[in-house]
């Protein structure tokens, strides 16, 4: 009896040791749509996520996380906070971030970021069921940040605007160029 008693032991402990391991919490990023999805134990969820910004790249594929921290603080960019990070890919992490308006299109250096409250919530299902995340699709590009500062850049060399840059003489509309005016600004470059 007590043969069949550790038996039925051992074999209730496969069994669990089974549904531990396909327990595990799924994560899937969708670089196209800026969304992430998370099937687990306690439940489903959808959430908005920022990926790499133009000039940056997250990295597609399969991963298994490499390693969790509470709150992390980035060297590498000016030691920007990473709440509840989920490292996943050397540097490249799942986290919490404060601009949260950003989030639903591309902002970051290639980390995933996600809002405060639902970095913990996948940080703590993470942490009890272990993940597996997948990366697909590919970064949408109208967000591209360079165009908006291109724009930006032309708008301040037309010459025919007629407000002032800060500090300028209102009339600049013979100035050769900005960095003229910069290397001399109280001397009169406009023909005065």
């Given at each position: 009896m007590r043969c069949f008693k550790a038996l039925v032991l051992v074999f209730a402990a496969m069994i669990a040791s089974i549904g531990a391991a396909q327990a595990t919490v799924q994560i899937h990023i969708d670089l196209s749509t800026q969304r992430m999805r998370v099937e687990s134990s306690k439940g489903s969820y959808s959430?908005?996520?920022?990926?790499?910004?133009?000039g940056y790249v997250t990295p597609r594929g399969v991963y298994a996380p490499t390693g969790l921290q509470k709150m992390?603080?980035?060297r590498k960019y000016h030691m920007s906070p990473?709440?509840?990070?989920?490292?996943?890919?050397?540097?490249?992490?799942?986290?919490?971030?404060?601009?949260?308006?950003?989030?639903?299109?591309?902002?970051?250096?290639g980390c995933v970021r996600i809002a405060p409250g639902n970095a913990a919530t996948l940080y703590k299902l993470?942490?009890?069921?272990?993940?597996?995340?997948?990366i697909t699709g590919s970064s949408p590009t109208r967000y591209a940040a360079h165009k908006t500062h291109r724009t930006r850049l032309a708008k301040l060399h037309r010459p025919h605007r007629s407000h002032a840059l800060a500090y300028a003489p209102h009339r600049y509309h013979s100035i050769s160029s900005v960095k003229t005016w910069q290397a001399a600004p109280m001397t009169s470059p406009f023909g005065n």
């Open positions: 959430w908005p996520v920022s990926t790499a910004r133009a992390h603080y980035s990473m709440p509840h990070s989920i490292f996943f890919n050397g540097g490249y992490a799942i986290h919490g971030t404060y601009a949260t308006g950003a989030l639903g299109r591309p902002a970051s250096h993470v942490q009890e069921e272990g993940a597996q995340i997948s």
